[in-house]
């Protein structure tokens, strides 16, 4: 015998979630407690922005490794996945944190105003398609994106998703 059938397995690594009971969804509050201090207050800082701002109707949700602003389904049930239609989310990710704005995909007048708030704040703005890239909340012209954020009520997001699936 080699003495390998003694030695416990490694421990299967997994990715860090919030604890929370079995089958209970975790808390935004649990979302954030989860991540390391220095991203948890990072994001807290977007999050209240995003809070401050977003028109009334939208339900903050977690959504895997994400926190979510999202359509209710309740609200609109008919999407193309059968889950929340989404309006923003947060995410830390890897080494940087991520602001996904939709609406900003969907309209690029939403788009050019968010890159002149970047624009005019002085800001490097890091973008893929909905996807805002940074590592500190002050890498953000946060004043853009809570107008951003502010900018479609929750009927005006729905009828642009609705639209979006005709075609």
């Keep these: 015998m080699s003495g390998r059938e003694d030695r416990p397995l490694p421990a299967r ?61 309740e609200r609109y049930p008919d999407t193309y996945n059968g889950q929340p239609l989404w309006y923003a989310a947060l995410g830390a990710p890897k080494s940087y944190l991520t602001l996904h704005l939709m609406s900003v995909y969907a309209s690029p007048k939403l788009a050019g105003r968010l890159a002149d708030g970047f624009r005019a704040a002085g800001k490097k703005l890091d973008m893929g398609k909905a996807c805002v890239r940074f590592r500190k909340a002050d890498d953000l012209a946060l004043e853009a994106v809570g107008e951003v954020i502010g900018s479609l009520s929750l009927e005006e997001w729905v009828a642009i998703a609705k639209a979006a699936r005709r075609r």
Excluded: C, Q
């Design 13 to 73: 690594r997994t990715r860090r979630t919030p604890a929370t009971p079995r089958g209970a969804p975790p808390t935004p509050e649990a979302f954030l407690a989860a991540l390391p201090p220095a991203a948890a207050a990072e994001l807290s800082r977007v999050r209240d922005v995003i809070r401050r701002h977003l028109p009334a109707g939208y339900r903050e949700a977690v959504r895997g490794s994400v926190l979510a602003y999202e359509v209710p389904l």
